[in-house]
């Protein structure tokens, strides 16, 4: 875990860029512990989003904003399994991110299911700009091992990618059975009670999910 907003209301209120591991041992009960890195941490900020690649063992960071600026620099930090320290780095990037001036509140997942064999991608889409715009747009950021990482717009105009129909704050999660993003709420201009399924592969689509069953409602924030 990484970064986030700290502080109460009768305290300083600052972002942070500290990184935290939850320990999950089968039957161990789980324990807090702040990680001592190595490297140039990120700025410390807030409202960026993070994935764990799994191939390479990193998680990989993108977004947010450290109290000034919006910000558009991926960083990872890699995670040895054999005792040594955790090291901070930033990747060299090719392509256009999203939007030059940073991005705040967009929604993120690791997908491992790409044709580069043990290579897998972020999946970004939404949150918006310094404009107070939202995105509508889905991009792509490589994750090589070794080399240049890269941006892509993977070019959808329909669903949530359509004109005005961007949108920040909403849940995502990655379903390995059907290799799709799934998106429930946000916010577009108002919070939204909607479910979306963006199938990703070779042709990536949006497409309406109606599931049976009552929803949890107009959500925004959520996980």
């Known amino acids: 875990m990484f970064g986030g907003y700290t502080g109460t209301a009768t305290t300083t209120k600052s972002n942070s860029n500290d990184t935290w591991a939850l320990s999950l041992k089968k039957g161990q009960r789980s324990q807090w512990k702040k990680l001592t890195t190595t490297g140039t941490r990120p700025q410390a900020n807030r409202a960026h989003v993070c994935v764990y690649d799994s191939y390479n063992n990193r998680l990989a960071v993108f ?6 600026t919006y910000l558009n620099a991926p960083w990872f930090l890699s995670l040895p399994t054999n005792g040594s320290t955790p090291t901070w780095s930033q990747p060299t990037v090719t392509g256009s991110p ?15 299911s790409t044709a580069v064999a043990n290579q897998g991608r972020m999946i970004l889409y939404g949150g918006w700009f310094s404009t107070d715009t939202d995105i509508d747009a889905v991009y792509e950021l490589t994750l090589p091992a070794t080399g240049s990482w890269a941006w892509n717009n993977l070019g959808l105009t329909t669903g949530p990618s359509a004109t005005g129909q961007g949108r920040d704050s909403a849940a995502v999660i990655y379903d390995e ?17 909607e479910l979306w399924k ?8 949006w497409s309406q999910l109606s599931p049976t069953g009552t929803s949890p409602g107009t959500l925004t924030g959520h996980a």
């Open 63 to 68: 977004g947010g904003w450290d109290g000034t």
């Open 98 to 112: 999203p939007s030059a001036t940073g991005q705040l509140l967009p929604q993120a997942v690791f997908d491992p």
């Open 177 to 193: 059975d059907s290799d799709a993003m799934i998106m429930h709420g946000g916010h577009v201009n108002a919070n939204v009670d």
């Open 198 to 205: 963006l199938t990703l592969g070779v042709s990536p689509a």
